[in-house]
């Protein structure tokens, strides 16, 4: 499965983002899909993860409460819908199938979009 994720950019502190991320090669209805990120000198690290029809959930401590991850399995797409931004939130994020909590267990990643928020 290849995955396409998009919706970065630059947002001010408190700003809101939504991120996409839409998958094709087959349907990942049967997949949980999750969202990492990597800042700069960093490891990734996990961000949220939804199951394969979105009924459970689980998230970083960092952004529960502030990110809410959701699924379309008739669009094939996951997102991730990040509020009350804060400048810790910069990085890369990358989306990811087939796995839950962590990253050794997706077997596919997207190529990243870039998240800056400015303090």
């Not at 939504?18 to 090669?25: I, N």
């Not at 949980?32 to 970083?60: C, H, M």
Request: hydrophobic content about 35%; aromatic content about 10%; proline content about 1%.
């Amino acid at each position: 499965v290849q995955l396409q994720a998009c919706g970065g950019g630059l947002v001010q502190a408190g700003g809101s983002l939504r991120l996409s991320c839409a998958a094709s090669g087959r349907r990942v209805s049967d997949l949980g899909l999750g969202w990492f990120r990597q800042a700069p000198g960093k490891e990734r690290e996990f961000v949220a993860v939804i199951n394969w029809n979105g009924d459970v959930t689980s998230y970083a401590d960092s952004v529960l409460g502030r990110f809410t991850i959701s699924r379309d399995n008739a669009k094939n797409t996951v997102y991730l819908q990040m509020n009350s931004l804060k400048s810790e939130d910069t990085a890369v994020y990358y989306c990811a199938a087939g796995g839950w909590s962590a990253a050794e267990d997706f077997h596919s990643w997207g190529q990243g979009t870039q998240v800056t928020v400015s303090s």
